[in-house]
């Protein structure tokens, strides 16, 4: 069974950064597709970005430019580094395993998620 655990959560102004770190226990860690998700409450989980096995970077529209996917593969780790953080980016931001290589943007093509670390961005 996969775990990912999020650490880096937290509270911060507007214009500020966050670092979101993901651990993968993982030992498939190298041939997966890695994801972050967002959900507000009352809301649908939304994508954030997706990462593939190879280091091809999407990301959603309303955090390009402000958000940087990366990955360790010495680590098992992907990380989210957050800057130019506006209130609308309050969520608890979800990290997720895909099978296979190939990135996705559908929450319902990832096999395994993480428990969740909250992000609050006060104005």
């Known amino acids: 069974q996969v775990q990912l655990v999020e650490s880096g959560g937290g509270s911060v102004q507007a214009g500020g950064s966050l670092r979101l770190s993901c651990a993968a226990s993982?030992?498939?860690?190298?041939?997966?597709?890695m994801g972050w998700f967002r959900q507000t409450p009352g809301k649908e989980r939304e994508f954030v970005a997706f990462i593939r096995a190879e280091g091809m970077t999407w990301y959603a529209d309303s955090v390009k430019g402000r958000f940087t996917i990366s990955r360790d593969n010495t680590k098992d780790t992907v990380y989210l580094q957050m800057n130019t953080l506006k209130p609308e980016d309050t969520a608890v931001y979800y990290c997720a395993a895909r099978a296979i290589q190939y990135g996705s943007v559908r929450q319902v093509d990832y096999d395994h998620w993480g428990q969740g670390t909250q992000v609050t961005v006060s104005s």
């Open positions: 993982d030992d498939r860690f190298i041939t997966r597709a």
